[in-house]
């Protein structure tokens, strides 16, 4: 056997994933019959007709290759690169796999063509408009972006929470952009049972905890989460306090407003000690960021009697539905107050 043939097999085999054709050999010189003398030398492997791999090959997408190569065996890796990535590109979920996104079976090869294409193999052929965009190289492949894959699964009609573990893995790993991906999903959305990209994203995302509202969650439960959820509570009181420390209030309602605000919840409002009108005042306050709506003359009258309950109430008063009539609870005696 000529070393000048095993080197020339050896190249074409370097640039291809460790394949090559019986065409593209016989273009570069190398009879059938050397070919056939390599394999019995054990040097060369026969993957399939027409396709040849060297025995030191460990590439775990051989099939898929050998698919790709199959469907234009004349040319090299790098004339059909040159001449147009979009012609054949792996897809679906033959460039799941290559993007490592998920575990879809990917037993048989899919390639996407823009001619039709007659092959006896075991390989599942699209024909779907392609843009350069769409196409990226994987180890000198050309395969469809990571969104774009996603999109073609929809539009195939995959399981929707196999999609939804692609996703995860495609978003954990950085490969995926989320915002082109929304775009992808518009325009697919329609095979499934949400109106546009963004709510069919968002349930995919929530399939694998990775929505808006399951990462909120999964946030307040975690011990960070509950931290800065403490954190955040706390600084809103403190500034909360101190604005109306330097109110007009009197040291009674400051006080009251204190007590209220050490929980993180509302619902001590309720306390028949505050009327209905001391609660929708509070509830309005703290409703905003800051304090600066205590002047709004909407709030007015109704704090007004809220503070003049409260105050009459921090003196040991019950106010009844006459405000011009005071029950001394202390003495249960009856007192008249004139209106100033």
Not at 145 to 172: F, M, N
Request: charged content about 20%; cysteine-free; overall charge negative.
């Amino acid at each position: 056997m000529s070393s000048e043939v095993l080197a020339t097999v050896s190249e074409l085999a370097a640039a291809q994933w460790g394949l090559l054709t019986t065409r593209q050999a016989v273009a570069q010189g190398v009879t059938r019959m050397q070919l056939v003398r390599l394999v019995d030398a054990g040097l060369l492997d026969r993957v399939e007709q027409g396709i040849y791999t060297m025995v030191s090959s460990t590439d775990r997408f051989q099939a898929l290759h050998a698919a790709w190569l199959s469907l234009d065996p004349g040319h090299t890796v790098e004339e059909r690169i040159n001449k147009s990535r979009e012609a054949i590109v792996a897809s679906h979920t033959s460039a799941a796999a290559l993007h490592a996104m998920g575990d879809l079976l990917s037993d048989v090869p899919e390639l996407n063509t823009k001619r039709r294409k007659q092959t006896v193999r075991a390989i599942r052929l699209h024909r779907l408009p392609l843009t350069p965009e769409d196409v990226v190289l994987i180890d000198a492949l050309p395969t469809t972006t990571p969104e774009r894959t996603i999109a073609d699964l929809v539009q195939s009609g995959h399981d929707l929470t196999h999609i939804a573990d692609a996703i995860r893995d495609g978003h954990l790993s950085g490969i995926l952009d989320l915002a082109k991906l929304r775009e992808k999903l518009d325009t697919v959305a329609y095979r499934t049972p949400y109106g546009d990209g963004s709510e069919l994203l968002e349930n995919l995302l929530d399939l694998v905890g990775l929505s808006t509202a399951a990462l909120v969650t999964s946030t307040a439960k975690s011990p960070v989460g509950q931290l800065i959820a403490t954190t955040a509570i706390q600084h809103y009181q403190e500034g909360l306090l101190d604005q109306l420390s330097t109110s007009a209030f009197s040291s009674g309602v400051v006080e009251a407003i204190k007590q209220m605000t050490a929980s993180t919840s509302m619902a001590n409002l309720a306390n028949p000690a505050l009327t209905s009108g001391m609660a929708d005042a509070i509830k309005q306050m703290t409703a905003t960021a800051s304090m600066a709506n205590l002047a709004n003359p909407a709030l007015t009258s109704g704090m007004a009697d809220a503070i003049k309950q409260m105050t009459l109430a921090n003196r040991g008063f019950t106010v009844k539905d006459d405000p011009h009539t005071i029950l001394q609870n202390t003495k249960g005696e009856r007192q008249e107050e004139k209106e100033k």
